[in-house]
């Protein structure tokens, strides 16, 4: 089997990155490997784990229903760290939608790390 690069573009295979993570057999070291996991989590429409890698506080703010749709209706074609804190990260994903139209999200994000597990709490869109 072909190892494919991983969807973050963190350099690396998706096997020695996100593929772990997402099938619970890792957990992200750090804010900015959750963003990227969180990122393969759209590409891969995985949105249990969407869900389950947000924050208790502001997880009824989010549908995993709506997560699945909105990462089943776009194609995810790269992912762009703009600057990253040990809390925060800005960041462009980009994406095409169903009329194949060229989007960029461009999201200044929170995360918080309880009891050794990272969780997203908010974005702001820039």
Aim: charged share 30%; glycine share 4%; hydrophobic share 35%.
């Amino acid at each position: 089997m072909k190892s494919i690069d991983c969807y973050c573009c963190s350099g690396k295979t998706f096997d020695n990155c996100c593929r772990p993570i997402l099938n619970g057999e890792g957990k992200a070291s750090s804010a900015e490997q959750l963003m990227r996991s969180r990122y393969s989590a759209f590409a891969t429409q995985k949105s249990d784990y969407l869900i389950e890698t947000t924050h208790f506080s502001t997880r009824k703010n989010h549908s995993e229903e709506d997560l699945l749709d909105w990462s089943r209706t776009n194609k995810w074609i790269k992912l762009e760290v703009i600057n990253a804190t040990a809390t925060t990260i800005e960041f462009k994903a980009f994406y095409e939608d169903e009329l194949k139209t060229a989007l960029i999200h461009h999201e200044f994000s929170i995360f918080k790390e309880e009891d050794k597990i990272w969780y997203y709490v908010d974005g702001r869109f820039m």
